[in-house]
T-cell receptor, first 113, second 109 residues
Framework: KAGVTQTPRYLIKTRGQQVTLSCSPI?????VSWYQQTPGQGLQFLFE???????NKGNFPGRFSGRQFSNSRSEMNVSTLELGDSALYLC????????????FGQGTRLTVV | GIQVEQSPPDLILQEGANSTLRCNFS?????LQWFHQNPWGQLINLFY???GTKQNGRLSATTVATERYSLLYISSSQTTDSGVYFC???????????FGKGTMLLVSP
């Protein structure tokens, strides 16, 4: 069974631009969570989607948003990029809500220059 | 919110040695997972262990929920075990996993 797929793997963007990251969960999993990993802050929760609805949101500015489609695939968007948004963005897939065992994708490494 | 502390922060071992990594958490949890982050950044599931003991090859884990800690044992370590090990917990009724800062393990040949 295929794992969690995140695209793209690497991105370089300029300050002020916006970016969209994609996550396809494990087949049959309906919950998708997003995390940001930086050397200074570690792994921090961004948001969780289940049944196309945002169920929980972490402490991030409104520039960070997301959505989930009817096939459970999720996208997250970051607008007006700042240098501090440079990070590894990880997507986790779980069977239901609230999520139990989480399975992570390979991540998208975003660099803002 | 719930606090997660991992120890030691760094560990250097010779190949073949055994090690124990510890995870302490500040409140009752619904979910506890151990992950190994590979050099490419992916978090690899090691154990889903809210309580009890599990074993998978050279790795085993024990969570004592009533005392709010979990241990990850690595026996006969190999260079491929190098990387960062994370403990993550989930509070009852919440969606979020709260991660510790990790233990950086280096196994030298």
């Amino acid at each position: 069974k295929a794992g969690v797929t995140q695209t793209p793997r690497y991105l370089i963007k300029t300050r002020g631009q916006q970016v969209t990251l994609s996550c396809s969960p494990i087949s049959g999993h309906r919950s998708v969570s997003w995390y940001q990993q930086t050397p200074g802050q570690g792994l921090q929760f961004l948001f969780e989607y289940f049944s196309e609805t945002q169920r929980n949101k972490g402490n991030f500015p409104g520039r960070f948003s997301g959505r989930q489609f009817s096939n459970s695939r999720s996208e997250m968007n970051v607008s007006t990029l700042e240098l501090g948004d440079s990070a590894l963005y990880l997507c986790a897939s779980s069977l239901g809500h609230p999520p139990t065992e989480a399975f992570f994708g390979q991540g998208t490494r975003l660099t803002v220059v | 919110g719930i606090q997660v502390e991992q120890s030691p922060p760094d560990l250097i071992l010779q190949e073949g040695a055994n090690s124990t990594l510890r995870c302490n958490f500040s409140d009752s949890v619904n979910n506890l997972q151990w992950f190994h982050q590979n050099p490419w950044g992916q978090l690899i599931n090691l154990f889903y262990i809210p309580s009890g003991t599990k074993q998978n090859g050279r790795l085993s884990a024990t969570t004592v929920a009533t005392e709010r800690y979990s241990l990850l044992y690595i026996s006969s370590s190999q260079t491929t075990d190098s990387g960062v090990y994370f403990c993550a917990v989930q509070d009852f009724g919440y969606s979020t996993l709260t991660f510790g800062k990790g233990t950086m393990l280096l196994v030298s040949p």
